[in-house]
T-cell receptor, first 115, second 111 residues
Framework: SAVISQKPSRDICQRGTSLTIQCQVD?????MFWYRQQPGQSLTLIAT?????????ESGFVIDKFPISRPNLTFSTLTVSNMSPEDSSIYLC????????????FGQGTRLTVV | EDQVTQSPEALRLQEGESSSLNCSYT??????LFWYRQDPGKGPEFLFT???AGEEKEKERLKATLTKKESFLHITAPKPEDSATYLC????????????FGQGTTLQVKP
């Protein structure tokens, strides 16, 4: 299993500013994902955080808006840049299913409100 | 394109009133179908993984089943503490590790 610590758990930010969310896993994992959950919606994949290379973004998400770092196999950050109220969401990091684990593990999420 | 549709969007039950949640999916090469529970303000909590048609898994008052096109989450004699949003997700062979989620079913169980 994997235990994921994510912080901050919540934040209220001014529009135009940026917020960096941190995700720490208690074991080395090859893949880490970042999801967004807009109010009343389900989870949408933002990107795959790749160790040692640039993140791979899903359609509709770009690096300038959501830069991601993955300095090692246990840690990743997601930055939400130049925020607007539309960025108000829950952001979650995740470790996918693998040969070792039959489930995807999620952090507790970061509830972001942009005012 | 992989797709997941859950129904109903919302469900209200009386305590003890059994029911089922539906998850219809389209995926190229199912690697796994996942059920999660999500409480407000928290991350998804894992319930079940199903891999092939005909498979069933149970946990307390919950039972998940899988066919080639859909999955059901049966809730037997629910209690108020079962109130939550239930999410269904699939992992396809063309998107290894990536989960495609449905919109979720928000369940409210009244005492």
């Amino acid at each position: 299993s994997a235990v994921i610590s994510q912080k901050p758990s919540r934040d209220i930010c001014q529009r135009g500013t940026s917020l960096t969310i941190q995700c720490q896993v208690d074991s080395q994992v090859t893949m880490m994902f970042w999801y967004r959950q807009q109010p009343g919606q389900s989870l949408t994949l933002i990107a795959t955080a790749n160790q040692g290379s640039e993140a791979t973004y899903e359609s509709g998400f770009v690096i300038d808006k959501f830069p991601i770092s993955r300095p090692n196999l246990t840690f990743s950050t997601l930055t939400v840049s130049n925020m607007s109220p539309e960025d108000s969401s829950i952001y979650l990091c995740s470790v996918p299913p693998s040969n070792m684990n039959t489930e995807a593990f999620f952090g507790q999420g970061t509830r972001l409100t942009v005012v | 394109e992989d797709q997941v549709t859950q129904s109903p969007e919302a469900l209200r039950l009386q305590e003890g009133e059994s029911s089922s949640l539906n998850c219809s999916y389209t995926v190229s090469g199912l690697r796994g179908l996942f059920w999660y529970r999500q409480d407000p303000g928290k991350g998804p909590e894992f319930l079940f993984t199903l891999y092939s048609a005909g498979e069933e898994k149970e946990k307390e008052r919950l039972k998940a089943t899988l066919t080639k096109k859909e999955s059901f989450l049966h809730i037997t004699a629910p209690k108020p503490e079962d109130s939550a949003t239930y999410l269904c997700a699939v992992e396809g062979s063309s998107n290894t590790g990536k989960l495609i989620f449905g919109q979720g079913t928000t369940l409210q169980v009244k005492p």
